[in-house]
């Protein structure tokens, strides 16, 4: 499903994220980035998502090769991804269910049926009950659970979250990876990149990355 090929990217200044990576994952697969700071894991993400284009070797998703793929066809590739990054991005002008219903309305859904698909998915993650809720009354671990909800809501064929438990209490954190874990239990191929070490360790596939080169796989 995932595929890179002697991947490198490289910012102005010199600065390279990426180095010479090759990896597959597997439709279905989870697997956590780790490493530290600046190694390169947001990037390959971002790579992932079309959000960043490759400076030399190729990255393919879904047989989509990313460093060919037209601005038009960014959007399509998209509707496949369910993105979920540290800052939630929340639009608190308007409800949690509203927020949640936004990508399918923006995709010409019918309302009545985004907001029968927003409240399934708030409610796989735990937060029905807050669904007229704003999200400035959640707290940090529902908001990002809340993202969860919005990022899997047109039912994507992969999900990547960016250290999605950033800043989060234990209790928090936990709630987030089983909903993540749920979905890929459902057939959601899942990348999450975290310093949790506590995941890590229990994780079946964890690909480490150091100063952009892939420096070790645990399988």
Do not use: W
């Amino acid at each position: 499903m995932i595929e890179f090929v002697n991947v490198t990217k490289q910012y102005s200044g010199d600065t390279t994220a990426l180095r010479d990576v090759t990896l597959t994952v597997a439709k279905g697969e989870l697997v956590y980035l780790a490493g530290p700071s600046g190694a390169g894991k947001s990037t390959l993400l971002k790579l992932i998502a079309a959000m960043e284009r490759p400076t030399s070797g190729q990255v393919t998703v879904n047989g989509t090769d990313i460093g060919r793929l037209k601005s038009a066809g960014v959007p399509f590739l998209r509707r496949n991804l369910g993105l979920i990054f540290q800052q939630q991005r929340l639009l608190t002008d308007r409800s949690v269910l509203a927020n949640v219903m936004m990508p399918m309305l923006v995709t010409g859904l019918p309302r009545s049926q985004a907001e029968d698909r927003a409240r399934a998915a708030l409610d796989k993650v735990g937060l029905l009950s807050r669904a007229v809720a704003s999200p400035l009354a959640l707290s940090g671990g529902e908001q990002q659970r809340v993202s969860i909800a919005r990022a899997i809501v047109n039912r994507p064929q992969i999900i990547l979250a960016d250290e999605p438990t950033a800043n989060l209490d234990r209790a928090s954190a936990n709630k987030v990876f089983d909903a993540l874990r749920a979905f890929n239990k459902a057939g959601v191929t899942c990348l999450i990149s975290t310093h949790d070490e506590l995941v890590l360790d229990s994780a079946s596939r964890v690909i480490h990355l150091k100063q952009g080169a892939l420096l070790a796989e645990a399988a």
